[in-house]
């Protein structure tokens, strides 16, 4: 019993020191790809702009929870490495030494994502909170899907070739029987034919089936 | 059999040579060629490609077009004038077309889809869409490709396996009546209709694939993937697979056996000369399955350099995240030194990472063919492209006319026999033509159901294979022995004017019977020693993160032997004459 009063009391100077540090069940890690976003226009990474990351920390928080007065000293990082990636905590603005909880964190930083974004000119591929889901653009669904205009069209368009097609040939057909009655009167005069029967030809028969073998023999 | 000017005839002969071009030039040469290439050697597969060209694919075409412009019927008509006992080829051909008929054009639909979904700012397939919370992408979408996802889930709206049933796709059912409408459209007078078509249908996709060609070559990479393609590895020849597929290429990509080369000659003048323009469509259609193929090939190498670039992003980013160093320590150029010094003095963390394999040969390995070829890789590289919309459309379009031109062989192949008979030729053409469209598309609606790409499959793997060897077989055995050689060259002579040298003869009558005969036994004996017949299924809820397959997700195999054993058995009929039994086809042009 006493070693363990012991320990806690060892302990809790030493979560009072350390309160950020990897791992931590209250600390969320950062990734910042700045060349990766901006490429030439990248600008370095620096204490002011730690002290920015740490204000817009503490923006988001004063967001979130209407009322309670976050200041740049309650947001603690540590752990900074040249990838530009880092690790913070989030103290309460009544007791510093109360660390908030992930999940308060985690949708404050939700809420205001695009202004922290903003405010380093990145997105939320290249300013990473790991372990807090992107809340991406929900995509634009139009009333009518686009392919189905297409394909309205192109129905369309064919659907009268086809009508214009039929119609012109059922026209054409109409005529060619009244043509045909007129040349009907006309037959005994002429010569020459056309659509009239073979028999009427007197053409050259092509004698090479003729020979008496027109089915093969088997 | 009439002479006379009753049969509708092709206003000129170049109309013709345009139909059998479109005919033949079909989508098998943009997704069959290529692979086949990949596989056999690359540069060294036009050996036997050209050579089973010249000894089996020019002289079977010429019979066909021959006995077409004859005997000026359908396949039935022309092969019962041959022989009364024969009417059995001329009717498996006309089945072999209907059962083409049916499944085709479910890939024109599919075509009209992806084009109809070109005409949007961001293309569909360019990116996954996301899940239910916004917090990123979909699940099944993320496992696979945002490509893959798009053709299995959007488009087809897949099922697991064969046995499982749904509805119809609207959006497929759909693009499938508009495909039939559009060729109904280019069909509805017959040969008058067609003849103007195929003006259109057999020149615009070389134009396209002159563009792609220019756009392919100027590619990021393209270059890998023609050299790749080039360079032969001469090991492949000695491969008999490698004969015996450059041998069903040519057989299956010209369209012998179907009775649309038979149908198309019917309608030519009696002395149009047929053997000239045998050769020249011939040498078209391997000319352009090689022409595709280059264009494939710098697409192939564009796409795979872009994956091996994004591969090595990815390992630049988990290095620099795990050992937390700065941005822009490592680049493309130190990459690989990086990765040595990482992992000597960091080993253990190193062997913790998962860094994948980041191999340019691996990518450019991977061999697609197909509709997976059409419709993944090559929409996976167009959205990877600038202006992809634009490129998108003209892919999309080209692919269209492709699969349109060899409808039209497909269809005129079976209302052509049909029109033949004396109770059909009262009906008006167009009233016969819309008939037989709306027919086939009606038992199309089955393919797009949800399980309907199984059926696809099996239709297309296993429909038709050996019908039509056999088929052609019993052609060229009938012509060259049964009817009598020495009859065909007289006929010959009377249409053309003179008799067929001898290079035709030797190969009607000796090498191209040969040749089937050798074809024949190989599948009989690939089908008997092959086992239950197999397809590949996709399955989007398989948990565990293994993918093993050829479509590089999770893909299980699944066995259905009774489905194609009722289905072998629906292929075969007889003869309507004797007792012969003649085997259904396949297609692969």
């Given amino acids: 019993m006493l070693e363990k009063v012991l320990f806690l009391l060892c302990l809790t100077p030493a979560l009072a020191q350390e309160p950020c540090f990897p791992g931590s069940s209250h600390a969320y890690k950062v990734r910042i790809s700045i060349k990766t976003a901006l490429g030439n226009q990248a600008y370095v990474w620096n204490d002011n702009e730690m002290y920015l990351f740490r204000a817009a920390m503490a923006f988001a928080l004063r967001s979130y929870h209407n009322g309670q007065e976050f200041n740049v000293s309650n947001i603690m990082v540590c752990n900074e490495t040249p990838r530009v990636s880092f690790w913070f905590v989030v103290s309460s603005p009544e007791n510093s030494s109360v660390l908030l909880k992930k999940g308060d964190v985690e949708n404050a930083i939700r809420k205001s994502r695009n202004r922290i974004n903003g405010a380093f000119l990145l997105t939320d591929q290249t300013l990473e909170f790991i372990d807090i889901p992107p809340t991406l653009a929900a995509p634009v669904m139009p009333v009518t899907p686009p392919w189905l205009i297409v394909f309205g069209v192109v129905m369309g368009a064919v659907g009268a070739g086809i009508i214009f097609l039929l119609v012109s040939s059922l026209v054409q057909s109409k005529r060619k029987k009244n043509k045909k009655t007129l040349d009907e009167d006309r037959e005994d005069m002429r010569g020459i034919e056309n659509g009239l029967g073979c028999d009427n030809l007197g053409g050259v028969y092509n004698t090479t089936f003729s020979d008496g073998d027109k089915f093969t023999p088997m | ?589």
Avoid at chain 2, 72 to 91: F, K, N, Q
Avoid at chain 2, 335 to 343: D, G, K, P
């Fill in chain 2, 1 to 589: 059999m009439d002479k006379g000017g009753s049969r509708p005839n092709w206003d000129s002969p170049m109309q013709f040579v345009l139909a059998c071009v479109s005919y033949a030039v079909g989508l098998g040469n943009v997704w069959r060629f290529p692979y086949l290439c990949q596989m056999h050697g690359g540069g060294g597969f036009m050996i036997p490609y050209l050579f089973m060209l010249l000894v089996e694919g020019v002289p079977l075409f010429c019979l066909e077009l021959a006995i077409g412009q004859k005997m000026r019927l359908g396949s039935i008509g022309a092969w019962t004038a041959i022989s009364p006992y024969l009417g059995g080829v001329g009717l498996a051909s006309v089945m072999a077309s209907l059962y083409l008929c049916l499944y085709y054009n479910i890939i024109n639909g599919w075509s009209f889809w992806y084009l109809f979904h070109s005409f949007q700012s961001e293309l569909p397939w360019a990116e996954c869409p996301l899940n239910a919370n916004l917090t990123g992408p979909l699940e099944e979408c993320e496992k696979a490709t945002a490509t893959q996802y798009f053709f299995y889930r959007e488009t087809l709206n897949i099922s697991s396996s064969i046995e499982e049933n749904g509805g119809v796709h609207t959006g497929q059912a759909l693009c499938l009546l508009l495909a039939w409408i559009v060729t109904y459209l280019f069909i509805v007078r017959g040969v008058k209709s067609t003849g103007k078509v195929v003006y259109f249908t057999a020149t615009f996709p070389y134009v396209v694939l002159i563009i792609y060609l220019i756009r392919g070559v100027t590619l990021h990479g393209a270059i890998n993937g023609v050299k790749y393609m080039f360079t032969p590895k001469m090991e492949q020849l000695a491969n008999p697979t490698t004969w015996i597929n450059a041998a069903t290429q040519i057989f299956f990509s010209l369209g012998l056996g179907f009775g649309s080369l038979i149908a198309f000659a019917s309608y030519n003048e009696y002395n149009n000369n047929f053997e000239r323009q045998a050769v020249i469509v011939s040498f078209i259609n391997s000319g352009t399955s090689i022409f595709a193929s280059i264009v494939t090939f710098a697409i192939y190498g564009f796409k795979a350099t872009v994956n091996y670039e994004n591969c090595l992003e990815r390992v630049r980013l988990l290095l620099l995240n795990a050992f937390n160093l700065a941005e822009d320590t490592i680049n493309m150029d130190n990459i690989f030194e990086w990765m040595e010094r990482l992992n000597q003095t960091h080993p253990q963390q190193f062997a913790e990472l998962d860094l994948g394999n980041c191999d340019l040969t691996q990518e450019l390995d991977k061999a697609v063919e197909g509709p997976g070829l059409a419709f993944i890789v090559y929409s996976e590289a167009i959205k990877n492209m600038p202006l992809s919309q634009l490129w998108s459309v003209l892919y999309f379009f080209m692919l269209l006319l492709l699969g349109m031109g060899s409808m039209l062989g497909n269809i005129t192949a079976i209302t052509t026999p049909l029109r033949d008979f004396k109770i059909f030729s009262s009906v008006s053409v167009e009233v016969l033509n819309g008939l037989v469209c709306l027919f086939c598309m009606l038992l199309g609606l089955g393919f797009t159901t949800t399980s309907g790409n199984y059926w696809f499959t099996m239709f297309n793997d296993y429909g038709a294979t050996f019908s039509l060897l056999f088929v052609v077989l019993i052609e060229v055995i009938t012509v060259s022995y049964i009817y009598g050689i020495k009859r065909f060259e007289k006929d010959i002579e009377d249409m053309i004017g003179h008799r067929p040298n001898w290079y035709w003869k030797i190969m009607w009558a000796g090498i191209s019977p040969i040749l089937l005969i050798a074809l024949f036994i190989f599948y009989i004996a690939n089908y008997i020693m092959g086992g239950t017949p197999t397809y590949m299924a996709w399955n989007k809820d398989l948990v565990r993160p293994t993918f093993f397959s050829f479509y590089n997700n999770y893909c299980i195999h699944t066995f259905y032997f009774k489905l194609v054993q009722m289905g072998i058995s629906t292929f075969t009929q007889r003869s309507w004459k004797k007792g012969e039994m003649v085997v259904p086809p396949f297609f692969h042009h």
